[in-house]
T-cell receptor
Framework: KAGVTQTPRYLIKTRGQQVTLSCSPI?????VSWYQQTPGQGLQFLFE???????NKGNFPGRFSGRQFSNSRSEMNVSTLELGDSALYLC????????????FGPGTRLTVT | LAKTTQPISMDSYEGQEVNITCSHN???????ITWYQQFPSQGPRFIIQ???TKVTNEVASLFIPADRKSSTLSLPRVSLSDTAVYYC?????????????FGAGTQVVVTP
């Protein structure tokens, strides 16, 4: 099976812009989670989607949003970018029986200038 | 989710066994213990999961004492490619709905 893919891999944006990141889960996986990783805060959970519904959400401002499509692909959007949003954004997928065994993609490195 | 404490860093030489101990004093009865590995600029990778006693797979072993207040990840005969950050997670899948709570992890550096 193909692994989790994320596009784009690298992105440079300026403050105030918005950005959309895409994630394609492993075939058959219906749960998709998003994480932000920064040197200062480490890995932090953003949100999780299952069957197009957000089931869980981390402690991030409303500028961070996401959605999931019927084919389980997911997107996350960050509006009004801030310098502090520079991070590695990771997507992970899992199947219904093993939420703790998540398969991560390579991530999207976002730089906000 | 139970809080975990693990060493910030560990150094080792190639061929040695590396043991990383994670403390989780307030682990709940239903909690599982899970370890992830992360290489620089990559997403974490699931290594092993256990509930009690000992679990072994092709990558590592996980030792869990009877009181389950700690666990030890054992990496046998490490190589340079085992240099990574290792995370210990404790919780119950049904409570988390896709949320993994990562701590700071342990940076393992393997040198020749």
């Amino acid at each position: 099976k193909a692994g989790v893919t994320q596009t784009p891999r690298y992105l440079i944006k300026t403050r105030g812009q918005q950005v959309t990141l895409s994630c394609s889960p492993i075939s058959g996986h219906r749960s998709v989670s998003w994480y932000q990783q920064t040197p200062g805060q480490g890995l932090q959970f953003l949100f999780e989607y299952f069957s197009e519904t957000q089931r869980n959400k981390g402690n991030f401002p409303g500028r961070f949003s996401g959605r999931q499509f019927s084919n389980s692909r997911s997107e996350m959007n960050v509006s009004t970018l801030e310098l502090g949003d520079s991070a590695l954004y990771l997507c992970a997928s899992s199947d219904m029986d093993s939420y703790y065994e998540q398969y991560f993609g390579p991530g999207t490195r976002l730089t906000v200038t | 989710l139970a809080k975990t404490t693990q060493p910030i860093s560990m150094d080792s030489y190639e061929g040695q066994e590396v043991n990383i101990t994670c403390s989780h004093n307030n682990i709940a009865t239903n909690d599982y213990i899970t370890w992830y590995q992360q290489f620089p600029s990559q997403g974490p990778r699931f290594i092993i999961q256990g509930y009690k006693t000992k679990v072994t797979n092709e990558v590592a072993s996980l030792f869990i004492p009877a009181d389950r207040k700690s666990s030890t990840l054992s990496l046998p005969r490490v190589s340079l490619s085992d240099t990574a950050v290792y995370y210990c997670l404790v919780g119950v899948p049904e409570d988390s709905w896709g949320k993994l709570q990562f701590g700071a992890g342990t940076q393992v550096v393997v040198t020749p």
